[in-house]
Nanobody, 126 residues
Framework: QVHLVESGGGLVQAGGSLRLSCAASGRTFSTYGMGWFRQAPGKEREFVAGISATGGTTSYRDSVKGRFIISRDNAKSLAYLQMNSLKPEDTAVYYC???????????????????WGQGTQVTVSS
C-alpha cells in the first residue's frame, strides 16, 4: 500500500498552465504504475493520464493529448501532471492513483488502481 498526496491545483484562466504533483510514501514507488484521474461535479471519475512503473510507457485520454504531460521521478517518489492550454472543461478534482505493477501496461480503469490520493481542485475560468 502507498499513501498519496496531491498538490498544485488552483484557479487559472483558460489557456494557462498548472503542474500537479503527487507525493508517494514508502520506498517501493518504482514498482507502481501511476495514473491521474479527474471528476467534475455530477460526472463519473475519468482517466486522464497514466505512466508505467519505469516511466517508459504513457497513455492519455484523447481530449488532453498534446496539452498534458505525465512524468515521474522514482528517486523522489513523485509523479507529475503538467497541464498546458487549459480549458474550462478541464475543471475538476484531480486524483492520483497507484497500482502495484512492473509491466509496461498503463491501466485506464479506476477499478484497476488500489491506492488514491485525496484530490486537488483545478478550476479553469473562461
Amino acid at each position: 500500500q502507498v499513501h498519496l498526496v496531491e498538490s498544485g491545483g488552483g484557479l487559472v484562466q483558460a489557456g494557462g498552465s498548472l503542474r500537479l504533483s503527487c507525493a508517494a510514501s514508502g520506498r517501493t514507488f518504482s514498482t507502481y504504475g501511476m495514473g491521474w484521474f479527474r471528476q467534475a461535479p455530477g460526472k463519473e471519475r475519468e482517466f486522464v493520464a497514466g505512466i508505467s512503473a519505469t516511466g517508459g510507457t504513457t497513455s492519455y485520454r484523447d481530449s488532453v493529448k498534446g496539452r498534458f504531460i505525465i512524468s515521474r521521478d522514482n528517486a523522489k517518489s513523485l509523479a507529475y501532471l503538467q497541464m498546458n492550454s487549459l480549458k474550462p472543461e478541464d475543471t475538476a478534482v484531480y486524483y492520483c492513483a497507484a497500482v502495484r505493477s512492473l509491466t509496461s501496461i498503463v491501466r485506464t480503469r479506476t477499478s484497476s488502481y488500489d491506492d488514491w490520493g485525496q484530490g486537488t481542485q483545478v478550476t479553469v475560468s473562461s
